[in-house]
């Protein structure tokens, strides 16, 4: 099973909304990175976290705030965001962050349009 | 320069002809190299990984690695319409400890009946 799910698919919120985007992998894999991706343009890495801590920031605003609650989830929660953030987000999963030989496996993403 | 560049495209193939698609980066550190094929309005899908200088085959799918030349490439053979999409060449690279996935544009590949 190499699946990583996303919830929701879609998302509409304002841009005084609160809302929260989850990712859920059972592969045992030990890092989890959140990566935005607008149209027409490669994946950009937001967070990373291995073991369960951040250990990778790409400078990415407040507004923006990763949780890993255990080994199988990630979540990012959203506040005040800007028009501008809209765009499809992304979840990965491997199996360690420290070898480089190992396979990023994605969610199906998160679409998420602010308002 | 960036760090991983690939021709944007679009590169026109007809079915059951070979698309070769390439990519250069930039640091020579990188130690893995990944293909992912990307349908527009889905996320990206693992194709293929080398981390060899050489030749690595899988199916319809080989890809190509030259560190001297920091130059990677993916071969589809017998393309088929199905293999139209964008393929993002992914770069592996320590930053200290911890290695990092940087991703190229993505070459937008056409596969025409």
């Known amino acids: 099973d190499t699946e990583v799910t996303q919830t929701p698919k879609h998302l509409v919120m304002g841009m005084t909304n609160k809302k929260s985007l989850k990712c859920e992998q059972h592969?045992?894999?030990?890092?989890m990175y959140w990566y935005k991706q607008k149209a027409k343009k490669p994946p950009e890495l937001m967070f990373v976290?291995?073991?369960?801590?951040?250990?990778i920031n790409e400078s990415v605003p407040s507004r923006f705030s990763p949780e890993c609650p255990n080994s199988s989830l990630l979540n990012l929660h959203l506040h005040a965001l800007q028009p501008e953030d809209s765009a499809l987000y992304l979840c990965?999963?491997?199996?360690?962050?420290?070898?480089?030989?190992?396979?990023?496996?994605f969610g199906q993403g998160t679409r998420l349009t602010v308002v | 320069q960036k760090e991983v560049e690939q021709n944007s495209g679009p590169l026109s193939v007809p079915e059951g002809a070979i698309a070769s698609l390439n990519c250069t980066y930039s640091?020579?550190?990188?130690?893995?190299f990944f293909w992912y094929r990307q349908y527009s309005g889905k996320s990206p899908e693992l194709i293929m990984f080398?981390?060899?200088?050489g030749d690595k085959e899988d199916g319809r799918f080989t890809a190509q690695l030259n560190k001297a030349s920091q130059y990677v490439s993916l071969l589809i053979r017998d393309s088929q319409p199905s293999d139209s999409a964008t393929y993002l060449c992914?770069?592996?690279?320590?930053?200290?400890?911890?290695?990092?996935?940087?991703f190229g544009k993505g070459t937008l590949l056409t596969v025409n009946p």
């Open positions: 080398i981390y060899s200088n």
């Open positions: 992914a770069v592996n690279k320590s930053g200290g400890s911890n290695y990092k996935l940087t």
């Open positions: 592969m045992g894999h030990r890092a």
């Open positions: 640091d020579r550190g990188s130690q893995s």
């Open positions: 990965a999963s491997s199996q360690e962050l420290s070898m480089a030989d190992v396979e990023a496996f």
């Open positions: 976290y291995s073991y369960e801590k951040l250990s």
